[in-house]
Protein backbone atom coordinates (compact mmCIF):
# COMPACT_ATOMS: atom_id res chain seq x y z
CA UNK A 1 0.00 0.00 0.00
CA UNK A 2 1.61 3.43 -1.00
CA UNK A 3 -0.05 7.16 0.31
CA UNK A 4 -0.69 10.07 -1.80
CA UNK A 5 2.65 10.66 -2.01
CA UNK A 6 4.07 7.35 -3.33
CA UNK A 7 5.51 6.35 -0.07
CA UNK A 8 5.06 3.09 1.41
CA UNK A 9 2.11 3.74 4.55
CA UNK A 10 4.56 1.68 7.05
CA UNK A 11 7.18 3.88 5.94
CA UNK A 12 4.93 7.18 6.29
CA UNK A 13 3.72 6.04 9.74
CA UNK A 14 7.67 5.24 10.89
CA UNK A 15 8.10 8.85 9.38
CA UNK A 16 5.48 10.06 11.79
CA UNK A 17 7.00 8.69 14.75
CA UNK A 18 10.51 9.95 14.22
CA UNK A 19 9.41 13.39 13.47
CA UNK A 20 7.68 13.12 16.48
CA UNK A 21 10.78 12.55 18.64
CA UNK A 22 13.18 14.61 16.42
CA UNK A 23 11.42 17.31 14.58
CA UNK A 24 9.53 19.03 17.53
CA UNK A 25 6.27 20.48 17.64
CA UNK A 26 5.40 22.33 14.58
CA UNK A 27 6.53 19.96 11.80
CA UNK A 28 4.69 17.19 13.41
CA UNK A 29 1.69 19.27 13.11
CA UNK A 30 2.18 20.10 9.71
CA UNK A 31 2.65 16.54 9.33
CA UNK A 32 -0.37 15.11 10.77
CA UNK A 33 -2.44 17.47 8.80
CA UNK A 34 -1.31 16.46 5.65
CA UNK A 35 -2.23 13.07 6.62
CA UNK A 36 -5.59 13.84 8.28
CA UNK A 37 -6.55 16.08 5.55
CA UNK A 38 -5.07 14.09 2.08
CA UNK A 39 -4.46 10.31 3.12
CA UNK A 40 -7.28 8.16 3.85
CA UNK A 41 -5.72 5.02 4.97
CA UNK A 42 -6.42 4.66 8.51
CA UNK A 43 -3.15 2.93 9.62
CA UNK A 44 -1.64 5.67 8.88
CA UNK A 45 -4.05 8.59 10.65
CA UNK A 46 -4.44 6.52 13.48
CA UNK A 47 -0.14 6.65 13.88
CA UNK A 48 0.39 10.48 13.04
CA UNK A 49 -2.59 10.89 15.41
CA UNK A 50 -0.84 8.66 18.21
CA UNK A 51 2.41 10.20 17.74
CA UNK A 52 0.66 13.56 18.24
CA UNK A 53 -0.75 12.99 21.22
CA UNK A 54 1.99 10.87 22.58
CA UNK A 55 4.12 13.95 22.43
CA UNK A 56 0.97 16.41 23.87
CA UNK A 57 0.61 13.98 26.82
CA UNK A 58 4.78 14.07 27.50
CA UNK A 59 4.44 17.72 27.20
CA UNK A 60 1.64 17.97 29.58
CA UNK A 61 2.98 15.40 32.01
CA UNK A 62 6.24 17.63 31.93
CA UNK A 63 4.86 20.63 32.79
CA UNK A 64 2.86 19.69 35.36
CA UNK A 65 6.48 18.26 36.44
CA UNK A 66 7.58 21.47 36.15
CA UNK A 67 5.27 23.05 37.95
CA UNK A 68 4.68 21.28 41.18
CA UNK A 69 7.96 22.40 42.99
CA UNK A 70 6.75 25.82 43.15
CA UNK A 71 3.26 24.37 44.65
CA UNK A 72 5.12 22.17 46.91
CA UNK A 73 7.53 25.47 47.75
CA UNK A 74 4.61 27.89 48.38
CA UNK A 75 2.88 24.51 50.19
CA UNK A 76 6.41 24.28 52.61
CA UNK A 77 6.58 28.07 52.65
CA UNK A 78 3.49 29.14 54.39
CA UNK A 79 3.04 26.03 56.62
CA UNK A 80 6.73 27.02 58.15
CA UNK A 81 5.37 30.42 58.64
CA UNK A 82 2.60 29.34 60.15
CA UNK A 83 4.61 27.77 63.12
CA UNK A 84 6.72 30.30 63.24
CA UNK A 85 9.85 29.37 61.76
CA UNK A 86 12.60 31.68 60.32
CA UNK A 87 13.62 29.56 56.92
CA UNK A 88 10.79 27.61 55.27
CA UNK A 89 13.09 24.56 54.58
CA UNK A 90 15.83 25.03 57.40
CA UNK A 91 18.53 24.58 54.57
CA UNK A 92 19.01 24.86 50.53
CA UNK A 93 19.41 21.02 50.49
CA UNK A 94 16.48 20.14 50.98
CA UNK A 95 15.25 22.78 48.31
CA UNK A 96 18.06 21.05 46.12
CA UNK A 97 16.52 17.10 46.83
CA UNK A 98 12.94 18.49 46.02
CA UNK A 99 14.22 20.00 42.75
CA UNK A 100 16.32 17.28 41.63
CA UNK A 101 13.41 14.50 42.54
CA UNK A 102 11.45 16.33 39.62
CA UNK A 103 13.85 16.96 37.52
CA UNK A 104 14.21 13.16 37.59
CA UNK A 105 10.64 12.72 36.94
CA UNK A 106 10.89 14.70 34.14
CA UNK A 107 13.89 12.67 32.70
CA UNK A 108 11.58 9.46 33.51
CA UNK A 109 8.50 10.83 31.47
CA UNK A 110 11.23 12.23 27.94
CA UNK A 111 13.14 9.00 28.14
CA UNK A 112 9.51 6.83 28.31
CA UNK A 113 8.50 9.11 25.80
CA UNK A 114 11.75 8.19 22.95
CA UNK A 115 11.31 4.69 23.83
CA UNK A 116 8.14 4.61 22.93
CA UNK A 117 8.38 6.79 20.10
CA UNK A 118 11.18 4.42 18.65
CA UNK A 119 9.68 0.98 19.76
CA UNK A 120 6.22 2.63 17.24
CA UNK A 121 8.42 3.61 14.63
CA UNK A 122 10.16 0.26 14.57
CA UNK A 123 6.66 -1.51 14.46
CA UNK A 124 5.23 1.22 11.98
CA UNK A 125 7.50 -0.48 9.25
CA UNK A 126 5.93 -3.81 9.60
CA UNK A 127 2.58 -1.88 9.56
CA UNK A 128 1.81 -3.23 13.45
CA UNK A 129 1.47 -1.26 16.14
CA UNK A 130 1.23 -1.85 20.02
CA UNK A 131 -2.36 -0.88 21.98
CA UNK A 132 -2.43 2.39 24.04
CA UNK A 133 -5.56 2.29 26.45
CA UNK A 134 -4.96 6.22 27.20
CA UNK A 135 -3.74 7.48 23.92
CA UNK A 136 -5.98 4.96 21.41
CA UNK A 137 -9.21 6.06 23.65
CA UNK A 138 -8.71 9.27 23.38
CA UNK A 139 -8.14 9.15 19.87
CA UNK A 140 -11.24 6.66 19.22
CA UNK A 141 -13.60 8.88 20.86
CA UNK A 142 -12.75 12.38 19.00
CA UNK A 143 -12.16 10.38 15.77
CA UNK A 144 -15.88 8.62 16.97
CA UNK A 145 -14.37 5.30 16.05
CA UNK A 146 -15.49 1.95 17.16
CA UNK A 147 -12.81 -0.04 19.40
Given at each position: ?60 LNWLIGVLPD ?77
Amino acid sequence: MKSKLGIHIGFFACICFLVAQFGGLTPLALLVGYVLICEENDFLRMSALKALMIVLCASVLNWLIGVLPDIVFELFDRLSRLFGADTPFGSLSAINKIEQFFNFLSWIVSTCKAVLLMLLAFLACRIKTVRLPLVDNLIDKFTKREQ
